[in-house]
């Protein structure tokens, strides 16, 4: 088989999707323009600054940019939030108190955050748990959308939040559209007075022209070496949402009473401004290679989801391979196709609170980031591989090349 010219045929049958993509940047990077050129973004807008940080211009603008991106009151964008869950644990332990009561409306919320809300690990860590709140959780239907009327059985006084993951995670399920979870809040909000809605925004961002607070939700959270930092922000995690909200998760993030006034960064702040600006175009570069990834897969007779061509609310292609070898060759290549670490062969491990051995690969620049080209993949039946990301379609394309390279 001529390997590239069967990936010019399968991005032949993706045209249309591609430019439907493109659309979507577009329509995404006009919003981000918009509010950058709204607060006259300049260069002293990217200077560091020490000590405590008060007034910080650079940490202030960037916040209500995000604000404004997001549609959302107000934000919290901080290089010292250390990962996407420590952004989504700020919120559930700024917001929840004793003698509430959460849900997670889309059945077990992602691997980290079962630790946070106290349904996996030892008692005494000061889970949400240990600190008195009670978990309900409502599993998602067979077709894998919202089991809506299963959420509001689950409602009473007691239900402060819902949280609602909207990114497949690591599991064989579509990503919560847009528009699900515009009626899940509509849902969520008719039934309670008090209940609020949260949606772990993780791999979700820019794939859409709305972002979940544009549809109802109350807060958001999500991780800068994700979508939303393009690529370049070094780390960091953000929260949006209504004001109310985000300065109740601000005296968590410092502490009551000072809120979101400190917190100084002593590097550049550009590259958090510029990976935004960045963002919808790494989004949609990410987007083309997990499409062209599903059609070169699907027409070799392999299971993928989501499939070419469908709506997609996240970034992540999951391929089903033949066998342990097969996933464990593709997981090598896309290491081997990356820009840095491409020498290292990944090998199957023992990771701390995972069932299975699992095999990642993460040639990135920067540690860790899934917007980069990455893979990961527990070893077990049926052999998954979780593939995401690509700053360039042209190095997304090569990496799948190598790969069919090395299966044929
Ligand atoms: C990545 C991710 C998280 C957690 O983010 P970390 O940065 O790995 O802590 C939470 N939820 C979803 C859906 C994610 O994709």
């Not at 949402?241 to 601000?250: A, F, H, P």
């Not at 570069?285 to 392999?302: D, H, S, V, Y």
Request: with cysteine; glycine share 8%; charged share 25%.
């Amino acid at each position: 088989m001529n390997i590239s010219a069967f990936l010019n045929e399968c991005e032949n049958d993706l045209r249309e999707t591609f430019s439907k993509l493109e659309a979507v940047e577009r329509f995404n990077t006009r919003k981000i323009l918009k509010a950058f050129q709204e607060k006259g973004v300049s260069y002293r807008h990217f200077t560091p600054t020490t000590g405590y940080g008060y007034d910080d211009i650079a940490r202030d603008t960037l916040e209500t940019i995000y604000a404004r991106v997001m549609n959302a009151e107000s934000a919290i964008v901080r290089p010292h939030i250390a990962s996407g869950t420590h952004a989504l644990a700020t919120c559930l332990f700024g917001i929840l108190r004793p003698g509430d009561a959460m849900i997670c409306a889309a059945g077990a919320p992602y691997d980290t955050m079962r630790q946070v809300i106290g349904i996996e690990g030892k008692a005494g860590t000061g889970s949400l748990k240990d600190l008195g709140v009670e978990y309900r959780q409502a599993e998602l239907k067979a077709d894998g959308s919202i089991d809506i009327p299963a959420v509001l059985a689950l409602i009473d006084k007691k239900v402060r939040l819902v949280l609602l993951q909207r990114s497949r995670g690591y599991e064989w399920r579509k990503a919560i559209s847009i528009d699900e979870i515009e009626r899940l809040c509509k849902a969520v909000h008719a039934a309670s007075d008090r209940a609020i809605v949260m949606v772990d925004n993780c791999y979700g961002e820019f794939t859409r022209e709305n972002e979940p607070t544009s549809v109802g939700a109350d807060v958001i959270a999500g991780s800068l070496i994700k979508n939303p930092g393009g690529g370049l922000a070094p780390t960091g995690g953000y929260i949006a949402g209504g004001k109310e909200m985000v300065e109740l998760v601000s005296y968590r993030l410092t502490c009551p009473g000072i809120g979101s006034e400190v917190g100084s960064y002593a590097a550049d702040y550009r590259p958090f401004y510029q990976g935004l600006f960045m963002a919808p175009h790494a989004v949609c570069q990410a987007l083309k290679t997990a499409n062209l990834a599903a059609r070169a897969f699907e027409k070799l007779g392999m299971e993928v989801s989501p499939k070419p061509g469908e709506e997609r609310d996240d970034i992540i292609q999951a391929i089903r391979f033949a066998s342990e070898r097969d996933l464990t060759d593709f997981v090598r290549q896309i290491q081997m196709a990356s820009p840095v670490d491409s020498y290292a062969v990944p090998e199957a491990w023992d990771m701390p609170g995972y069932e299975d051995r699992v095999i990642m690969a993460a040639g990135t620049f920067v540690a860790g980031a899934s917007i980069e080209l990455s893979c990961d993949a527990p070893i077990r039946e049926p052999y998954t591989a979780y593939m995401q990301g690509a700053l360039t379609y042209e190095h997304g394309r090569y990496a799948i090349e190598r790969a069919l390279e090395a299966l044929a």
